[in-house]
T-cell receptor, first 110, second 115 residues
């Protein structure tokens, strides 16, 4: 079983739509969780950290369910500029680096 | 300065060449990383430096040789590469590799082509 699994998509949605991405991780000792965004031929950029209590940043809401080892990202009122690949990222324990899921591709059209 | 700077942005090298990739950050981060990313794949960890010491080597072939001259610089020396080593090489840094909750700052990468 892969450490971090995501539905690769692509998700094709119209502007204004709400879209949700899911991610599962296999290591129950995982400590830190993130969503990164990567545009084509660019580097990954941190979108938001994910906390157990859930957190929101504008149109973006992230949730973590430790019992189910499940992470989600909700994007409301999608914009054309949201088109990118969204990477679910987990840090397993202190002293180790980030582990990336394969990414979910989002395409928002007008 | 909140950036990680990588040079060169593009590199084409022959299989017998020796070249180096460079990475620099001035954010006071004490952990630096090399990742390799192939097309349509996620970044894969190669090396982790923590406080200028190599702490993780993910079984990377010896034709890749990392070096951390000081806390702001990270190099990746390349020698006798194969065409399948062609990829985007990403450098990243974070406050401390041992701290949970810190995201990484990535450089824009070096796109390497081995011919």
């Amino acid at each position: 079983r892969k450490e971090v699994e995501q539905d690769p998509g692509p998700f094709n949605v119209p502007e204004g739509a709400t879209v949700a991405f899911n991610c599962t991780y296999s290591n129950s000792a995982s400590q830190s969780f993130f969503w990164y965004r990567q545009d084509c031929r660019k580097e990954p950029k941190l979108l938001m950290s994910v906390y157990s209590s859930g957190n929101e940043d504008g149109r973006f809401t992230a949730q973590l369910n430790r019992a189910s080892q499940y992470i989600s990202l909700l994007i409301r009122d999608s914009k054309l500029s949201d088109s990118a690949t969204y990477l679910c990222v987990v840090k397993t324990q202190a002293g180790t680096a980030l582990i990336f899921g394969k990414g979910t591709t989002l395409s928002v059209s007008s | 300065d909140t950036e990680v700077t990588q040079t060169p942005k593009h590199l084409v090298m022959g299989m017998t060449n020796k070249k180096s990739l460079k990475c620099e950050q001035h954010m006071g981060h004490r952990a630096m990383y090399w990742y390799k990313q192939k097309a349509k794949k996620p970044p894969e960890l190669m090396f982790v430096y923590s406080y200028e010491k190599l702490s993780i080597n993910e079984s990377v072939p010896s034709r890749f040789s990392p070096e951390c001259p000081n806390s702001s610089l990270l190099n990746l020396h390349l020698h006798a590469l194969q065409p399948e080593d062609s990829a985007l090489y990403l450098c990243a840094s974070s406050q401390d590799s041992g701290q949970g909750g810190w995201g990484y700052t990535f450089g824009s990468g070096t796109r390497l082509t081995v011919v």
